[in-house]
């Protein structure tokens, strides 16, 4: 799963990265994260980072935002006691998030049994800057990244596998399921979609500068934030456009 580490933990900024997006790297000091409240998750022995705990945060408000904004999220589970991790859509509804898939899907077969479910880890990370430090030790990266860990159920009931389809389609655009075709018969039998609620979750977090040693702030290395962006370029219509059609309010807008 995609992460970051800790500058203070030097060369593992980078060969740690799996581990601290994940919030389970075993190292560092280990701090009680603060009780749950209406507006936090209960932290759990899975949640709750071994190192950089500080980054670490339960706030419903903060884990939503990150999740709200991306698009892809991995999700990691064990097949004939293996593990296997598949990039794949993704959108939140509330306390609940659904993921795309195919009926001919072994994971989404798996999660068709009726009790327990599977039981999966799903990933979700944004890298907002690289950090460009004096020495190779302490290079790093600026991050937000939640984790869930649940089972995963196939939906089944046809109302919510409508709502779930919408849901994905506009976490992709907003406004966009509105705009479409909706699903016909077939290609519904032909759709899969599973949700795990959001229960036991976890964000983590870096933000900040280079942290470079004291003796080695006079060499004549560069050194700084480059910040990374993301968004939309000039739309391009398909070649097949009914004639007329013009550009969404929604994508022109962006």
């Known amino acids: 799963m995609p992460g ?12 740690g990265a799996v581990q601290e997006a994940t919030a389970a790297a075993p190292q560092g ?10 507006d936090t998750y209960a932290p759990t022995d899975r949640t709750v980072p071994t190192r950089s705990a500080d980054r670490a945060s339960y706030d419903k408000e903060s884990v939503h935002a990150i999740l709200d904004e991306g698009y892809v999220c991995h999700l990691g589970f064990v097949r ?3 593990p296997v991790v598949l990039p794949t859509l993704y959108a939140r509804l509330g306390e609940r998030l659904y993921v795309h898939g195919s009926t001919g899907s072994r994971p989404l077969r798996m999660t068709g ?5 599977l039981p999966v880890c799903l990933t979700v990370t944004h890298v907002d800057a690289l ?3 004096r020495s ?8 937000r990244s939640v984790v869930v860990h649940g089972i995963a159920h196939q939906v089944t009931d046809p109302d919510e596998k409508r709502l779930a389809l919408d849901v994905l389609v506009d976490n992709v655009v907003a406004g966009r399921s509105a705009d479409s075709r909706p699903a016909n018969a077939k290609e519904l039998a032909a759709t899969a979609v599973i949700r795990i609620d959001l ?4 964000a983590k977090m870096r933000t900040g500068g280079v942290n470079d040693e004291p003796e080695d702030l006079a060499l004549p290395h560069w050194a700084g934030v480059v910040p990374l962006r993301k968004g939309y370029e000039t739309p391009v219509a398909d070649a097949e ?3 007329g059609t013009q550009l969404p309010d929604y994508l022109g807008a962006r």
Request: glycine letters at 6%.
């Open 4 to 15: 970051t580490t800790q500058d203070a933990q030097g060369a593992q900024d980078t060969q």
């Open 29 to 38: 000091d280990h701090q009680s994260p603060p009780p749950p409240t209406a």
């Open 80 to 82: 004939d006691g293996a």
């Open 113 to 117: 049994r009726p009790d327990p479910g």
């Open 131 to 133: 950090i460009l430090a």
């Open 136 to 143: 190779a030790f302490h290079h790093s990266i600026n991050y």
């Open 199 to 202: 229960d036991e979750v976890s």
């Open 241 to 243: 456009l009914a004639p």
